[in-house]
Structure formats: C-alpha cells, structure tokens
C-alpha cells in the first residue's frame, strides 16, 4: 500500500523559512516524478512544485519560483520542499503527491494528508 | 497557462439523482484530464484519469467523458458518501486545476 507522509508545517512569520519533508512507503521511489500542491483555507488546490524520479528535473509555479525549491534523497525515500521568503499568501495546506511514472508528465494518483503552514507575525 | 473552468460551483441533489459537472479548458487539453474528489480534511482521491478511465476501486457510478475543451463528470446515481468536493485537473502543460464543485445531498 502506497502511503505518503507530510510533515515540517507549522506558524511562521512573513519572510520566515520552512523545510517540507514527504516519506513515502509502499513503493519504488525512483520510479515516480513527485509533485507538491497547496491548498488555501476553504480554497481550491494549486499545483506548486515537480521533480522527476530521478531528481534531475524540476519545475515551479510562477507564484513560487524563485523562492521555493524541491529535492528529493532517494535513498531515504523522501521528497522535500525549501519554502523561503514566506508570504500570508503561502499560507495553505501543503501536499505531496505521487505521479505514476518516473517523468515529468502525467497526473497524480496518490496523495498524502498534507501539513499546514500558517505565516502570520 | 491554461486555465480551467468548473461548473457549477455548487450544487444540491437528492439521493438517486444523475450529478452532471463540466469542466473546460481555456485551450485543448486532448484527454489529459482527471477528476479528484475531495472530503473536508482529507486528502484529493482519483477517480478518473485521461478523462474517462476509472481509477481503480472507484464505483462505477462515476463516469468521465469529453476531449479537447469541454469535458463532463458524471455521478449516475447520487449516494450519501458522494458528498464531497469534486476538481477537475488537467495535465496536458503542466498541471492546473478547476476551481472546485461542492457537491451537496438534499
């Protein structure tokens, strides 16, 4: 069974950083491109960040890019994402999810439960 | 960017009843489609990718179609454990979403 597993959200304050972790299980990692998406409170979902299986390729949303950066360590199977100069804007529930293969391409079948950033001084 | 469009935003339906969502796309998305469904404080499920394959261990009461711009989710018979949020996501460039369906149960 696949599972992911968000964590490292939490309150920060406006300009403030955070580092996301997701481990997954149930899987081969390498072989599925991994994919951050956010959710405002009561909004709807906005894809954020991609890496490829192999951790070679990497794409943002333009409300991001520039100040987010993902990475994942395969040998740990665990994605991350580096969120800096945070704004109230950022404030969202955080998810992970998994692609079905390895490349940049195609849609998401498994996601994890998400962990929440709060900006606010 | 492609920007995708979601209708209605929500709606109120009775058990047994036939649920129709469209959802369009600014450009062509061929069948690069797929519809989530979402329950307060969980995680998005799939249930339906390039816009009419059903998703494993979904019920067959959901059913998908169209192509290019205009695409249509369908719950055939409306049930309790329906209700939930329902978004349309396409991933011919990258990946956008629709705006949301609340799906109610009168």
């Known amino acids: 069974e696949v599972k992911l597993l968000e964590s490292g959200g939490g309150l920060v304050q406006p300009g403030g950083s955070l580092r996301l972790s997701c481990a997954a299980s149930g899987l081969t990692f390498n072989s599925h491109a991994m994919s951050w998406v956010r959710q405002a409170p009561g909004k709807g979902l906005e894809w954020v960040s991609v890496i490829s299986g192999s951790g070679d390729s990497t794409y943002y949303a333009d409300s991001v890019k520039g100040r987010f950066s993902i990475s994942r360590d395969n040998s740990k199977n665990t994605l991350y994402l580096q969120i800096n100069s945070l704004r109230a804007e950022d404030t969202a529930i955080y998810y992970c999810a998994k692609l079905v293969v390895a490349a940049i391409d195609g849609h998401f079948d498994y996601w994890g439960q998400g962990t929440l950033v709060t900006v606010s001084s | 960017d492609i920007q995708m469009t979601q209708s209605p935003s929500t709606l109120s339906a009775s058990v047994g009843d036939r649920v129709t969502i469209t959802c369009r796309a600014s450009?062509?998305?061929?069948?690069?489609l797929a519809w989530y469904q979402q329950k307060p404080g969980k995680a998005p499920k799939l249930l339906i990718y390039?816009?009419?394959t059903l998703e494993s261990g979904v019920p067959s009461r959901f059913s998908g179609s169209g192509s290019g711009t205009e695409f249509t989710l369908t719950i055939s018979s409306l049930q309790p454990d329906d209700s939930a949020s329902y978004y349309c996501k396409q991933y011919n460039h990258y990946w956008t979403f629709g705006q949301g369906t609340k799906v109610e149960i009168k």
């Open positions: 390039k816009a009419s």
């Open positions: 450009q062509s998305i061929r069948s690069w």
